[in-house]
Each structure stands twice: as structure tokens, then as C-alpha cells.
């Protein structure tokens, strides 16, 4: 007579964290990625040379990107820069992320405030293009990378990966036992 061992599945709550321990484990992959994607371009765009560009025009401008959904209306500043330096003068638009807030958030106009065109505002610049630059001075304003809020999501996400396993471990023992 042959006699197998066969291994109880887990089922209820112990499949239940088992899942969200597979689900956080992807999200602690892709958030990292993320991460780390963002610490190399900040890096890279540490080394641009900085200078100072003359601000034309600082307002904050409504765009309609959900016309053809219904509506929907959002804010973002809008920045067109001259670039000072070498004989002939760059122009180049820098744009802030957007916000759903009626005339943009208060960070957004408080920035514009004290920004007006005329004014000067240091940036640093691609050497590569000459024309891309990015703000020195952005607070308050929301830029393309946050490599501090990537990293929070990536421990909040790893700390439910651990969690949820060694909750899931334990259950499965305490249903076999």
C-alpha cells in the first residue's frame, strides 16, 4: 500500500496575506525601480552648470486635458525662461506638475508672486541641449521626481511585504498544527 503526504493549500486569511505579500512584493520591485531611477537622474542633473535665466513670463495657466471625457480643468505655472550666457540668447519653457485647485494651489501663486518677469532665477541647464534647464528654486512647487516620497512608498510597501508574509507563515502554521 503506498501512502503520500500531501500538503494542505492554504486557505482564508492565510492565502488572503500570502496574496498581498505577492501584490507588495511587486510593488516594492516597481517602486524601487522607480527610486532608484530617480536618484540616478538627480544625480546627473546635479552636475548641469547653474546660471541665472531672466524670467519673460511667470503665470499660472489652465489647460482642459479631459475634453473629449466630459471636462475637467487643471492648473499648472508656467514659466518661460531667457537663458543668459554665450552670444546668442536660449529661450527655453519650464512647467510645473498640475493641480485640480481653482487658480492653482496657494504654493503655486505665492511662487509666481515671487517670481515676476524681469526677475532673475537661477536654473541649471543640459549641457547636452543648451535649451533644457530645470529650476534651482521650485518651493512649493510640484516637480517631475520626488526621490523622498519614492523612498516612503517603497518601505511602506516593504514593511507590508514582511508583514503580511510572516502573518500569512503564521497562520499557515496555526491551521496545520
Do not use: C, K
Not at 58 to 69: V, Y
Request: no cysteine.
Amino acid at each position: 500500500m503506498t501512502t503520500s503526504s500531501v500538503t494542505p493549500r492554504p486557505n482564508g486569511p492565510a492565502a488572503l496575506f500570502g496574496l498581498l505579500a505577492i501584490v507588495a512584493v511587486i510593488s516594492v520591485l516597481f517602486s524601487g525601480a522607480i527610486t532608484l531611477r530617480d536618484m540616478v537622474v538627480d544625480r546627473a542633473h546635479s552636475r548641469w552648470p547653474t546660471t541665472n535665466a531672466i524670467i519673460e513670463r511667470s503665470a499660472i495657466d489652465l489647460e482642459h486635458p479631459f475634453s473629449r471625457d466630459g471636462g475637467g480643468t487643471v492648473w499648472y505655472v508656467d514659466v518661460a525662461l531667457r537663458l543668459q550666457g554665450g552670444s546668442d540668447p536660449t529661450h527655453t519653457r519650464i512647467m510645473s506638475a498640475s493641480t485640480r485647485e481653482q487658480g492653482g494651489s496657494p504654493e503655486m501663486r505665492s511662487w509666481v508672486t515671487r517670481h515676476p518677469a524681469g526677475s532673475t532665477l537661477p536654473v541649471r541647464v543640459d549641457p547636452a541641449t543648451g535649451t533644457h534647464a530645470e529650476l534651482l528654486d521650485a518651493e512649493g512647487l510640484i516637480m517631475e521626481r520626488h526621490v523622498s516620497s519614492d523612498l516612503v512608498l517603497t518601505g511602506a510597501a516593504l514593511f507590508v511585504a514582511v508583514a503580511s508574509t510572516l502573518l500569512s507563515l503564521a497562520l499557515r502554521r496555526q491551521t496545520t498544527a
